[in-house]
């Protein structure tokens, strides 16, 4: 079936640094959606993506769709320690109503 | 304007019981979706519903079940709990549901209800 691999898994990065992620699918998305999970909460969604090439901002938050609409990025610009989270990217599986989510990549920010 | 709710957000059961989890959308929105969120399996499509009917179904057995009322308030169960069932089951809610890969409407979150099954 479909999958969404993320990557890295997990980061440790210091407090002012950029931070670079990625998702893959085996199959083509028409929307992604990236989403950040705070211990004991549900996901937040960040940005989402309608069309190949877009590029969105959310402040210092940047997301692009990528041309071959396999996989997406996600840039944080000037980390902070309130960053520090789950990062989750996800999208609508063709021919049916259902999402799927990435493996998810954890943030760790070091002041 | 009010997010999604879920009760409770913390339960502990032991195993044969069942589970009934709750969740009220925000206003106004008519989907409902479940998931179900572990460790080593990441966060698991359960079931939508929309118009109190439900439009599809993820990989679960059959003791996992899902309504939806008149006012768009869902209800998940889980009957004869096993260990593994021990998760994070959330709830997120939109205004109309995805329809053929294209996302009509974002999904809110709400803040989940962590089960323990011992």
Partial sequence: GQQLNQSPQSMFIQEGEDVSMNCTSSSIFNTWLWYKQDPGEGPVLLIAL?????LTSNGRLTAQFGITRKDSFLNISASIPSDVGIYFCAGPTSGTYKYIFGT????KVLA | KAGVTQTPRYLIKTRG???TLSCSPISG???VSWYQQTPGQGLQFLFEYFSETQRNKGN???RFSGRQFSNSRSEMNVSTLELGDSALYLCASSLTPTSG???ADTQYFGPGTRLTVL
């Fill in chain 1, 50 to 54: 309608y069309k190949a090439g877009e």
């Fill in chain 1, 104 to 107: 998810g990549t954890r943030l």
């Fill in chain 2, 17 to 19: 019981q069942q589970v």
């Fill in chain 2, 29 to 31: 929105h008519r989907s």
């Fill in chain 2, 60 to 62: 679960f057995p059959g």
């Fill in chain 2, 101 to 103: 890969g294209v996302v």
